[in-house]
């Protein structure tokens, strides 16, 4: 008998599930830190061998070496990039999920997980208003999910091209410096040229700038314009509406990246700041980014699905028996055929705290942000770059250079006491705080602008 064939025992699968049970319930979890590579080999030496160092042997590396030397997203002191703050219920469904061998690609494999997705995935589409019958799929990211969105796009614009009888074959995408770089990353997969939109006193993409751009590099070569809803530096909410008027008038597909900000349509508070989203073509939100699932979630949801069905379903004779039904398969609105169910872990959460928690946890996200803004311009050497649009603040230490920014950060880290790193903005280093994390508040705010002075 080989030694798959012969079960994990109850007491390592018990204990791999009391290793995670404990980490659950730590609060906080330990910032934790780093090593470098010649630190991790001394420590723990040689893990992949012939004869395996059993169920045992493999936790306690990870639990004493490996785990602490991977950092926290979940501490509330970690404010740098985007955190990671899942609910506890997230969290340990997405256990639940690795446990249970789904394939979420195909509502033949997959329909009951399909369709909790999918429930989720509605709830999302109707924070933006879009319409009844937008939909698609929760993806890896969004770097995969603007990719997706931007495949469809090319495709619809192509495909109305011929039908049109035009010579002009699309291939460019228009949008700012401030999108996030998965957007040049796209078309440089894709061959599509990004053309830079030029940004407006607020640093958004207006609908009169993008007209002005698409006009000289004539309309018909472009196939989608991408909008921002938060920008990732600095949390920037380009100007959807105007935006979305020029695309409809020109025909071109209007894609949204929220990947960050788009969760903060879940707050009243702010909702007016999206007005324009509602006329996307294409959405994407990260749910592990600010509706605090765990990695890897990103839904991707479009006006028309059919659209993006015709781009991205994949055809071989094994696939017929699920591209020939009329059933919802997820693998046919993105990237990728192999795929889990990555949206269960938010759907478990969803349903056990309901929709109104959610709406409070990020109101009390933006409470602390306008907390750590109004706390920023109360202290005489810190100055901000830039008015704040969501929960993510830039600003200065005045008379820091680089080396201080770098040498801050390590010390808060090699303390374990926060994580806040540089950032740049036009060619300065500055640093910032990105405020996701329901359990961060104003005292760690003040705590960490206290190391400044």
């Known amino acids: 008998m080989h ?14 599930l009391a290793y995670a049970a404990e980490r659950l319930s730590l609060d ?165 040229e990004l053309v830079e939109v030029p940004a407006d006193e607020q640093w958004r993409l207006t609908g009169d700038r993008l007209r002005a751009t698409l006009e000289a590099n004539d309309p018909d070569t472009f196939f989608a314009v991408v909008a921002t809803a938060g920008t990732t530096n600095f949390g920037i909410i380009d100007d959807l509406a105007s935006v979305a008027q020029v695309c409809v008038e020109l025909g071109l597909w209007f894609h949204v990246d929220g990947a960050y900000g788009g ?29 605090f699932a765990p990695f890897d979630c990103c839904a991707l949801i479009y006006r028309d699905p059919a659209l993006a069905r015709a781009a991205h379903t994949q055809h071989a004779g094994y696939l017929d028996v699920l591209t020939e039904q009329p059933e919802w398969n997820p693998a046919d609105y993105a990237i990728g055929l192999s795929r889990r169910a990555r949206g269960l872990p938010l759907w478990f959460s969803l349903a056990v705290h309901g929709t109104q928690a959610y709406t409070d946890a990020v109101e009390r996200t933006l409470e602390v942000a306008r907390y750590a803004e109004e706390e920023i311009r109360r202290r005489p050497h810190l100055e901000l770059l830039r008015e704040r649009d969501l929960s993510v603040m830039v600003f200065r230490r005045v008379g820091w250079g680089k080396s201080d920014y770098v040498a801050w950060s390590d010390r808060l880290l090699a303390e374990e006491f926060a994580f806040v790193v540089p950032t740049t903005h036009d060619g300065e280093t500055v640093t910032r705080l990105a405020i996701v994390n329901p359990t961060t508040t104003e005292a760690d705010i003040a705590a960490i602008l206290d190391t400044m002075d």
């Open 28 to 192: 906080p979890a330990p910032l934790d830190g780093p090593l470098s590579s010649a630190e991790l080999r001394e420590e723990v030496g040689v893990t992949i061998t012939a004869a395996g160092l059993g169920a045992a042997g493999a936790l306690d590396i990870f639990s004493d070496v490996l785990a602490p030397a991977c950092l926290s997203t979940d501490h509330p002191r970690y404010l740098s990039f985007i955190p990671c703050a899942p609910t506890q219920e997230a969290a340990a469904f997405d256990v639940v999920v690795g446990a249970s061998s789904i394939y979420g690609g195909s509502w033949l494999e997959g329909a009951g997980a399909v369709h909790a997705e999918n429930e989720t995935l509605r709830w999302i589409a109707d924070l933006a208003g879009l319409p009844p019958g937008a939909g698609g799929v929760f993806v890896s990211g969004g770097t995969v999910g603007n990719l997706s969105a931007l495949v469809a796009a090319r495709h619809t614009a192509r495909a109305r091209a011929a039908g049109e009888g035009s010579r002009t074959r699309p291939w460019r995408v228009a949008t700012t410096h401030g999108a996030h770089s998965s957007i040049q990353s796209a078309c440089d997969v894709m061959d599509a």
């Open 263 to 291: 969760a903060a349509l879940a707050a009243p508070s702010i909702r007016h700041r999206f007005v324009g989203v509602e006329r996307a073509d294409s959405f994407i939100v990260d749910p592990h980014k600010w509706l």
């Open 3 to 16: 030694r798959f064939a012969q079960p994990l025992s109850r007491p390592d699968i018990d204990a791999v």
